[in-house]
């Protein structure tokens, strides 16, 4: 069995965000039924509906467990479902969260050799007592058999896999601050229980043969769905950088989501790390329409999906 949650939808600044006035922010702050508000992207997974693996500590995470009751503590007084932390880069909105878990509670981070560096270069993640709460590499296409803290096989086995991404924002150096690379930086994680098998892309710059023979043939695919459209932020008067810049396809694009995946054998296809301004959050848009008609459905917080 995988079961599923989906804790956030949205990308970077959640849905609102908080410094937003365009029109869908304002329609999910009013409380608008086709404009429901979403934080910050991550889900949660489990393989034996006890013990559970956060995906991407998101800047909500405190939100989201306590919107989310398997993740709530169930014995003693202090304790938690919460068995590890997989993440799939180094971006704010996926490494943050970490800082909510520092109530010397046992877990495991997980992460790829590039992304650990990037949590060992800023001091302030020794909140997580490395005595308490380990931290455990794992190389690019090296699959790993996730175990409860009492080392008891979880039911799961997960792969990180390098995907087209480039390195985080507040990280970009050197002449080409924005190239675009497969090495390790940004990856995607594949889960299976052996029978099921389910990635999560929540960042990717293109599509590759590779990554197009890794995801023929999922159950299914929680894919990068940040902007509608590459200059989507640029049209809105919301910022100077389009998503190809940001190390993101976009849903719509001639090169983009919806078209790299319309030959590939895919059970379900969902879009996840929305960005505020893609107009496929609102229910009601034609974006959306258009979406659902190519056979995807858009994540929303709470989400769940059982295999």
């Not at 069995?1 to 702050?29: H, K, T």
């Not at 919460?82 to 878990?101: K, Q, S």
């Not at 995907?163 to 994680?189: D, Q, R, S």
Request: aromatic letters at 4%; proline letters at 5%.
């Amino acid at each position: 069995m995988i079961d599923l949650v989906v804790l956030g939808a949205a990308a970077g600044g959640g849905f609102p965000q908080w410094n937003s006035n365009a029109e869908g922010c304002r329609r999910a702050r009013a409380g608008d039924p086709a404009a429901p508000a979403r934080t910050q992207a991550s889900i949660a997974v489990s393989g034996d509906g006890e013990h559970w693996f956060v995906v991407n500590a998101s800047p909500d995470l405190r939100q989201q467990i306590s919107q989310t009751p398997v993740l709530h503590p169930k014995t003693g007084l202090r304790s938690t479902p919460i068995a590890g932390v997989i993440l799939t880069g180094a971006e704010v909105d996926t490494i943050t969260g970490l800082l909510t878990l520092r109530e010397r509670q046992a877990f495991e981070i997980l992460g790829t050799r590039q992304v650990l560096d990037q949590l060992d270069a800023n001091p302030i993640f020794e909140a997580l007592n490395r005595s308490v709460v380990a931290r455990r590499e794992i190389a690019p296409d090296q699959t790993v058999r996730l175990t409860t803290q009492g080392g008891r096989p979880a039911g799961l086995e997960i792969t990180l896999f390098a995907v087209p991404g480039k390195v985080p924002l507040y990280a970009e150096t050197g002449e080409n601050p924005a190239a675009i690379m497969e090495n390790g930086e940004t990856v995607g994680l594949e889960i299976t229980d052996g029978r099921s098998r389910v990635l999560f892309i929540p960042g990717c710059a293109a599509m590759t043969d590779r990554l197009r023979t890794r995801i023929a043939g999922a159950d299914l695919v929680l894919f990068d769905g940040t902007l509608w459209q590459d200059d989507e932020m640029i049209r809105a008067g919301l910022g100077e950088k389009t998503g190809k810049r940001m190390g993101h396809m976009s849903v719509n694009d001639t090169d983009g989501t919806i078209a790299a995946f319309r030959d590939l054998n895919v059970g379900r296809k969902v879009l996840i790390h929305i960005n505020n301004s893609n107009p496929v959050l609102l229910a009601d848009s034609s974006e959306r329409a258009e979406v659902e008609a190519a056979g995807w459905d858009v994540s929303f917080d709470g989400m769940r999906i059982t295999l």
